[in-house]
């Protein structure tokens, strides 16, 4: 079946620098999304992405979907101690309801 | 406006015992979804509705039946539970389009003993 390969599975960081992440797929997508989940909550959407190429950005987020398809990448500038948390790619196929989610890059953010 | 709800927030069940998890959204989504979430991975999906009636297999259906009641209701049923179930469990909703996006409740927290 489709899977998604998302990197780094966890990284720590020096609190004003930039983080980047990336998820990859077997097969082609049709739409991205993006969560962040904090401990004990459910995840929440950051960005969506629709379109080969598109690049969208949510306030310090940015968020682009690979011209391939099947690969999508997340940038945050100037972190900040509140971006820790588990950050999850998901991606759609065409014709279908459902979505498939990465296995999660956890972010720690060192002040 | 709530978005999506669920109850319980914790449970814990002996093994054999059922339960049902109940999920509710206000956001008059067709679709409904029902994840599960263990350490270390990421969200696998269990079953979904694509519309009110109809329901479908994810990736990890088995030991689970599910209950589409209506536009805004979706229920997942544990009717024997095994210790493999723990887990927290996820329900989410998306829009009218198929290509919409997820939101997701804040978790039920299961633990079989």
């Known amino acids: 079946g489709q899977q998604l390969n998302q990197s780094p599975q966890s990284m720590f960081i020096q609190e004003g620098e930039d983080v980047s992440m990336n998820c990859t797929s077997s097969?082609?997508?049709?739409?991205w999304l993006w969560y962040k989940q904090d401990p004990g909550e459910g995840p929440v959407l950051l960005i969506a992405?629709?379109?080969?190429?598109e690049l969208t950005s949510n306030g310090r987020l940015t968020a682009q979907f690979g011209i391939t398809r099947k690969d999508s990448f997340l940038n945050i500038s100037a972190s900040i101690p509140s971006d820790v948390g588990i950050y999850f790619c998901?991606?759609?196929?065409?014709?279908?309801?459902?979505?498939?989610f990465g296995t999660g890059t956890r972010l720690k953010v060192l002040a | 406006n709530a978005g999506v709800t669920q109850t319980p927030k914790f449970q814990v069940l002996k093994t054999g015992q059922s339960m049902t998890l109940q999920c509710a959204q206000d956001?008059?989504?067709?679709?409904m979804y029902w994840y599960r979430q263990d350490p270390g991975m990421g969200l696998r999906l269990i079953y979904y509705?694509?519309?009110?009636?109809?329901?479908d297999k994810g990736e990890v259906p088995n030991g689970y039946n599910v209950s589409r009641l209506n536009k805004r209701e979706f229920s997942l049923r544990l009717e024997s539970a095994a210790p493999s179930q723990t887990s927290v469990y996820f329900c989410?909703?998306?829009?009218?389009?198929?290509?919409?996006?997820?939101?997701f409740g804040p978790g039920t927290r299961l633990t079989v003993l």
């Open positions: 989410a909703s998306s829009g009218v389009g198929i290509a919409d996006t997820q939101y």
């Open positions: 097969s082609i997508f049709n739409t």
């Open positions: 992405l629709y379109k080969a190429g």
């Open positions: 998901a991606g759609q196929g065409s014709g279908t309801y459902k979505y498939i």
């Open positions: 956001m008059n989504h067709n679709s």
């Open positions: 509705s694509a519309s009110e009636g109809t329901t």
